[in-house]
């Protein structure tokens, strides 16, 4: 297995391009099940998620060809086309390896009136339920059962008839769910308290470049007019808001000052909001953001929450940016109960961070220092290049396959703006 080795203390200066953002293509991917003419997506990042997920839908017969494949290239052009799906199941092998297959239950009960799909099974931050996934499927017409880890779908009659439903808490990808099946359903479908994260404004978009008909985008009320069917587009895939605030802290710890490409301030307020909070400057610029550290790191409280609340995503890359930031600091993770497997590591670094149940209490130190850590997701993975590229010495930061699930070329990116980087194998 890689592992990345970072010699600290080098102040970051320059310009990172963003890619496209991971988890909107992972719910774009899926609607090339609700049409039998191609869809081509631009600015997909190159990840071992999207390729676990091409191979996910290729099961399935729909055929994938990419284009932009140069070697210097950041993204790729990606082709999809299901004229004709030729399974409706997916298996446990596939599901248990990336969690977002998932996303396959609503499109393909659009499509072809019936899916099974294994149950996704636990998962490193937390427990991770898909009962709201089933129950708004349910509530737009569905027939749910469950055998054997697997749960089957149906649509009586062929079509989904559409209906009503009320998110009891916000979720994302129930929400993609949901507005993947409603789009082909047979009547109206309304969507309250549903989740507004940026991603789910670009679904909304791509299928209605798909000739869907929905009302509400970008807002907690959602109502889809189904069609009876969808064509084919060409969409480019929205920047990856949490790249972005990811480099954004890495440049902050390092007192650097860098220019963050195609990154969208209006999507990522609440992380701009955070580190203004923590001393950082922050603007938007022609290119996209411009963000410098110049003074001291100060203290910041805040709790995660649902879109526009600070992201769970970016939780762990500021815990990390505020362990060098004078004062104490208050974090409370609301949405995931088991999102601290950082804090050992960051510990391990000389970081003063203590928790009690979903929150965080971290002490500013005047030093970190590097160590050899590794860490079981892949934010959790990020704050540990964050803390390394600040921290005295050299860091080697094992288990590298959690950051290739989600950053376009790390590596790379970070050497584009002055770290000292490398990747080696074995480990
Ligand atoms: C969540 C994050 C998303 C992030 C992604 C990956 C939120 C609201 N969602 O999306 O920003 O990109 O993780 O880290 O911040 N839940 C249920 N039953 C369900 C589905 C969810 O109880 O069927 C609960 C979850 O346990 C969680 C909350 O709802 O507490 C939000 O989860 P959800 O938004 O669905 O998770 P993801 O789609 O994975």
Redesign the pocket.
């Given at each position: 297995m890689d592992k990345i080795i970072i010699t600290g203390g080098k102040r970051l200066s320059g310009t990172i391009p963003i890619s496209g953002a991971k988890?909107s293509a992972l719910t774009l991917l899926p609607c090339a099940l609700l049409t039998d003419e191609p869809l081509t997506l631009r600015n997909l990042p190159r990840l071992a998620d999207i390729d676990g997920f091409q191979h996910l839908l290729n099961q399935f017969g729909v055929s994938t060809t990419i284009a932009g494949n140069r070697p210097g290239d950041f993204g790729r052009v990606m082709t999809l086309e299901a004229p004709r799906i030729t399974s409706s199941v997916a298996p446990y092998e596939l599901v248990r390896k990336m969690?977002a297959s998932i996303l396959v239950l609503g499109p393909m009960l659009a499509r072809m009136g019936e899916a099974t799909v294994s149950l996704p099974g636990g998962c490193a931050?937390?427990?991770?339920?898909?009962?709201?996934?089933?129950?708004v499927l349910e509530a737009l017409g569905a027939e749910i059962e469950m055998a054997a880890g697997y749960v089957r779908a149906r649509a009586p009659d062929g079509g989904l008839p559409g209906g009503r439903y009320s998110f009891p808490?916000?979720?994302?990808?129930?929400t993609?769910n949901a507005l993947m099946a409603a789009v082909l359903a047979s009547g109206k479908s309304t969507l309250h308290n549903a989740?507004r994260?940026p991603?789910i404004v670009d679904l909304c978009k791509l299928l209605v470049a798909m000739g869907a008909q929905i009302e509400g985008i970008g807002t907690s009320d959602i109502t889809i007019h189904g069609v009876p069917r969808l064509h084919g587009a060409t969409y480019r895939v929205m920047s990856d808001r949490?790249e972005a605030g990811s480099y954004a802290c890495a440049a902050a710890i390092t007192g650097g000052e860098i220019t963050l490409q195609h990154a969208v301030i209006e999507e990522m307020e609440a992380t701009v909001q955070a580190l203004r909070d923590a001393g950082v400057t922050v603007e938007p610029v022609k290119e996209g953001i411009h963000v410098a550290a110049d003074g001291p790191l100060r203290a910041v409280n805040l709790s995660?929450?649902?879109?526009p609340g600070f992201?769970?995503?970016m939780q762990a890359q500021l815990m990390a940016l505020l362990c060098r930031a004078e004062g104490t600091s208050v974090l409370n993770e609301t949405?995931?109960e088991n999102r601290y497997m950082h804090v050992p590591e960051l510990g391990r670094m000389g970081a003063n961070i203590e928790t009690s149940g979903r929150t965080a209490i971290v002490q500013g130190v005047a030093q970190l220092t590097g160590a050899e850590v590794m860490a079981t997701d892949l934010?959790a993975s990020m704050s540990l290049v964050i803390a390394g590229l600040a921290a005295e010495g050299e860091t080697q930061v094992h288990r590298l396959y959690h950051l290739d699930r989600g950053y376009e070329r790390l590596e790379e990116k970070l050497a584009l703006v002055g770290a000292q980087v490398e990747r080696v194998g074995g480990d």
């Open positions: 988890n969690r931050i937390g427990n991770r339920p898909i009962d709201l996934h089933l129950k808490v916000v979720s994302v990808g129930a993609e989740a994260e991603e949490i995660t929450a649902p879109y992201a769970t995503d949405i995931f934010r």
